[in-house]
């Protein structure tokens, strides 16, 4: 009694963890299962379902193992989480061998076989089997729909869609479809069908507001919010998220503070789209206001909501709490390195920004082409030039192509070691055009070091660009400053004479 007690005990907190998106900690409780030498079928769904969400392969498939020494592999619960597992760990041609080993399958059993398909990318094959369902429910209908606007195949799902019989035609069917149009821009189609629902529930307008933000559409997306006949935290959410990505930061914290006169308590996604607005707007006061309200209310110290912390601090100019931040967490990824790397480099701690780039790479952590962007960004502003040449050449190494930018720092580097010639055959060499920004960098650097020949070729080869003015203004202080009178009135007269 108390053995079947205790099983029924850690079954509970195992399905709890899970509730809580807490897949590894209720993988660590099922050695218990295995000391009293069971099998017991309701826990392993469960453990499957872990692994699912861990992507660990081989640990579904010792959990296989397992199922068929004990032999529950052919209950059809445990046969359809062990085909669900191997489908989302993108082993899809084990999950059919399940699938079709099964001696007894019912419609869930078809339902994970489909989404696995569909999952893995193979919309053919999930037709295929979707066509030879012998019955099919609302999740079926729900589940091809969603999986084909997933991969971007729209007109196949408005067809899928159209043919959902009426009875199961759901609300929730109709905001898949408006999802699927909204999450590949497709706002006009989605507008559409929003606007023929027979119902409505918060999630669609929630997906409308969020995809006019996606698109930039920032009005529709408020007109959208201002349309809403109930609103809930994920669509106040929605909205701040929405503004504050598109540089509508103001109005971003406006919202905030309107959304907790509203009723509605901040939760983790609300403070990291507001520390992002204040990290733009170098808002440190409002930003301490919601460290504080963090904690106040007792919001989860995600990843999200500490690297929205370090990015706001260091971003606002306290380096000093963003580095305290940055220093306690456990985890930290390429966001929250990037934000510690930038923020020193923008408040004039290059050399700093550089040590803790090496930091970053001997904890392990591949740097992506921000962090690289940031550091070569402190070398520039720094005049570390062979640390910055060195960087750069660490690219390749982590399979990395620069971008205009990468190269802008560089040849600002060379420009400022006096190195022009190089600066120039960089520019010449560059797989992408090089833009204004790079040849007035490279004719900044001619200026500087008053070097009137090679100014003249790089002005030469910028006579694509439009805006070229800038260059010929450029070009006539170089020779002014070397007292070349008569070229710098020959440089103006052309300008006068072009436009």
């Not at 990290?279 to 995600?302: A, P, T």
């Not at 963003?322 to 480099?345: P, V, Y």
Request: charge should be neutral.
């Amino acid at each position: 009694m108390h053995v079947m007690s205790n099983t029924t005990n850690l079954i509970h907190t195992i399905r709890d963890l899970l509730a809580q998106k807490s897949p590894r900690k209720a993988l660590l409780l099922y050695p218990q299962f295995r000391r009293q030498k069971e099998c017991n079928s309701g826990v392993i769904p469960l453990i499957l379902k872990a692994c699912s969400n861990l992507s660990l392969l081989n640990h579904g498939k010792s959990l296989h193992a397992e199922s068929l020494k004990h032999g529950v592999d052919i209950d059809v619960t445990i046969g359809t989480s062990l085909l669900g597992m191997y489908a989302k760990c993108r082993d899809i041609i084990y999950a059919r061998k399940v699938f079709d080993y099964m001696p007894q399958r019912n419609v869930t059993t078809w339902n994970a076989m489909v989404a696995g398909y569909l999952f893995s990318g193979d919309s053919a094959s999930a037709l295929s089997l979707f066509k030879a369902m012998p019955e099919r429910t609302v999740v079926t209908w729900n589940e091809m729909i969603r999986g084909f606007a997933k991969i971007g195949n729209m007109a196949m799902a408005r067809e899928l869609f159209d043919e959902v019989p009426v009875k199961m035609k759901t609300v929730v069917t109709w905001t898949v479809m408006v999802d699927g149009y909204a999450r590949n821009g497709l706002m006009g189609d989605a507008r559409e069908v929003l606007e023929v629902m027979p119902k409505r529930n918060c999630f669609v307008w929630s997906v409308m507001i969020s995809g006019y933000c996606k698109m930039g559409e920032v009005e529709e997306a408020k007109g959208i919010f201002n349309r809403t006949p109930v609103r809930n935290l994920v669509i106040w959410n929605s909205l701040v998220s929405g503004l504050a990505r598109n540089g509508f930061c103001e109005e971003a914290i406006v919202a905030y503070r309107e959304m907790q006169v509203d009723g509605f308590e901040p939760d983790e996604v609300t403070v990291t789209s507001v520390l992002s607005a204040c990290s733009q707007l170098g808002c440190l006061e409002v930003g301490k206001g919601v460290h504080s309200l963090i904690f106040e209310k007792g919001i989860e110290l995600n990843h999200f909501v500490l690297n929205g912390l370090v990015d706001m601090y260091a971003k606002c100019g306290d380096l000093n709490t963003a580095r305290s931040i940055f220093e306690g967490m456990s985890r930290r990824n390429h966001s929250c390195w990037n934000s510690m790397i930038t923020g020193l480099a923008v408040h004039g701690k290059c050399q700093e920004s550089v040590e803790l780039f090496y930091q970053m790479e001997d904890a392990g952590v591949k740097p992506d082409v921000i962090s690289f962007l940031s550091v070569l960004s402190a070398c520039a502003h720094g005049g570390l030039l062979q640390e910055g040449l060195n960087i750069f050449s660490k690219m390749e190494k982590y399979g990395l192509k620069p971008g205009v930018k990468h190269y802008g720092c560089v040849i600002d580097l060379l420009g400022r070691g006096g190195r022009l010639k190089e600066a120039f055959d960089l520019v010449k060499s560059m797989p992408m055009r090089p833009n204004d920004a790079i040849w007035r960098t490279l004719l900044g650097a001619c200026r500087v070091h008053s070097e009137a020949t090679l100014a003249e070729e790089a002005l030469e080869e910028s006579s694509h660009i439009d805006s070229r003015n800038s260059h010929y203004v450029l070009m006539s202080n170089i020779y002014a400053d070397s007292e070349q009178w008569e070229k710098a009135e020959e440089i103006r007269t052309a300008m006068i004479d072009k436009s």
